[in-house]
């Protein structure tokens, strides 16, 4: 039986946007349900997630925002937040995270005598953390404390980590590359790819604590989960942990408070409505990483060749590398119904995604702009960048909704992963998004399926609910 009794939710986050706003969804799926969230982040980060939104002063009166004196210097644009901004956090935040578990009031503990409460007054039912922290929490099992881990994209990438180990080789260089997927196989299936010891050392430390857990909490649904859930439910380090699929948490449709952003969104409605029915190229690589040059040229070169309408969305001061008669009336393109395209240095993604015009996406396949297309019920080109978005794209190509332009073969050639020309991308293009009315018909399979999950009485609530009920009063 449900208990309605209010409890009170710790939740830790990392910053970079994959991590807070799955992070944050589930804060707000907390509070929806009359529980007490708070929710602790680095200081540095507090401004940034206000700014673009992530949470609103509509969620802070109901979520307590917490910054976390950790002594890490203020990011200086939405391009640190990336695994520079992990290795900070790593260095500095697990250590305050540390004092503050240790000095937090525990529901059915006398208080404990420690200052760094941050006026954390309420006692504390569960405490929730990113995956990527897990040796800051080990204090909650000295406290009696029930702590689960936020897996904030699918099981696949997780399964990579679990087959790191000590003899996993690092790269030689101490750089962190930002074109470089860490997909790691068994050890059985032969020698282990080198990957960088930022990651290496991250996940030694999960898998150091999971055992300890109580459970996990996977930012996905079981109907798409189950198979990969199975998988790593063999491996002893998981045997007693609890897995509860809660999402995905699909950024919520909010008023944004960037008036410039309310024209913009207006004005490239405006342009859609006039596009015919699944015409429109979308082509985006996310708000972290930046793609390098050739990426830009050939994806511009593409969408030449195409001749299909399209909106591009690339950094303003990325736009000069885009060829000169591509260039051409680029800064007027918005306010002219005719325009052939739209470049925009910042695009309403939701909203383009969502429109009967948009045909086909584009993406980098991280894991926050892969749910958005499901849920959209779009197909997908992928071409991925960093970390888990290769084994995202090979994902999407499984489940019939589109392709990948990166093969697992050629993860660690960088020849390969140069040799993406605009012909390939324009001829991927064509056969996904076009020509091929399967994937069109996949997408929208799995758009039904994501929104039952997440809809009332989905197996996403259902599971989130069974969560709250596990945790005692």
């Known amino acids: 039986m449900a208990q309605n009794t209010t409890k009170h939710f710790l939740l830790i986050s990392i910053p970079g946007f994959g991590h807070t706003i799955p992070m944050v969804g589930l804060a707000r799926k907390l509070t929806a349900r009359n529980h007490k969230v708070t929710f602790v982040i680095c200081k540095a980060a507090v401004e940034h997630i206000r700014k673009k939104s992530e949470i609103t002063p509509e969620d802070e009166k109901s979520i307590d925002l917490i910054g976390l004196e950790d002594g890490i210097p203020d990011f200086e644009s939405d391009d640190t937040l990336t695994m520079t901004s992990i290795m900070k956090f790593k260095d500095h935040g697990l250590p305050a995270l540390q004092k503050l578990v240790q000095g937090i009031p525990v529901a059915g503990q006398p208080p404990a005598d420690a200052k760094d409460q941050y006026g954390i007054t309420v006692p504390v039912n569960a405490l929730v953390a990113d995956i990527f922290v897990a040796g800051a929490i080990v204090g909650c099992v000295e406290r009696k404390l029930p702590y689960y881990f936020l897996n904030c994209s699918a099981i696949g990438p997780f399964r990579t980590m679990l087959n790191i180990t000590e003899r996993t080789p690092v790269k030689e260089s101490?750089?962190?590359?930002?074109?470089?997927?860490?997909?790691v196989p068994p050890e059985s299936e032969g020698p282990q790819p080198a990957i960088s010891h930022i990651m290496k050392g991250l996940c030694l430390s999960i898998n150091q604590f999971l055992a300890t857990a109580n459970g996990m909490l996977v930012n996905s649904f079981r109907e798409i989960e189950q198979k990969f859930i199975d998988e790593v439910k063999r491996d002893p380090r998981m045997k007693n942990l609890d897995f509860y699929c809660v999402g995905p948490f699909v950024p919520e449709e909010k008023a944004d408070t960037n008036p410039s952003h309310a024209e913009l969104g207006q004005k490239v409605t405006r342009w859609l409505d006039r596009q015919a029915d699944k015409s429109v190229v979308y082509v985006s690589f996310g708000s972290v990483v930046v793609p390098n040059e050739n990426r830009i040229i050939e994806v511009a070169k593409a969408l030449q060749a195409l001749k299909k309408p399209f909106i591009f969305s690339i950094r303003q001061n990325q736009q000069s590398i885009l060829p000169g008669d591509v260039r051409v009336g680029i800064d007027t393109h918005l306010d002219d119904p005719e325009a052939p395209g739209l470049f925009l240095?910042?695009?309403?993604?939701?909203?383009i995604l969502a429109h009967r015009a948009t045909a086909v996406f584009v993406s980098?396949?991280?894991?926050?702009?892969?749910?958005?297309?499901l849920f959209s019920g779009k197909p997908v080109v992928g071409w991925p960048i960093f970390g888990?978005?290769?084994?995202?794209?090979?994902?999407?190509?499984?489940?019939?909704?589109?392709?990948s332009l990166i093969r697992p073969e050629h993860a660690a050639n960088d020849e390969e992963k140069k040799n993406i020309t605009s012909d390939k991308i324009a001829a991927t293009v064509l056969r996904v998004g076009y020509d091929n009315d399967a994937t069109h018909k996949a997408?929208?399979?799995w758009k039904e399926k994501i929104r039952a999950a997440v809809g009332p009485g989905g197996s996403s609530n259902r599971e989130l609910q069974d969560f709250v009920d596990a945790i005692a009063q």
Not at 364 to 373: A, F, L, Q
Not at 393 to 403: F, H, K, M
């Open 174 to 183: 101490e750089e962190v590359d930002m074109e470089s997927f860490d997909v």
């Open 345 to 351: 240095h910042w695009a309403p993604q939701k909203l």
């Open 364 to 373: 980098h396949c991280g894991w926050n702009s892969t749910i958005e297309s």
């Open 388 to 403: 888990d978005q290769l084994e995202n794209a090979l994902w999407i190509e499984q489940l019939g909704l589109g392709e």
């Open 443 to 445: 997408a929208l399979k």
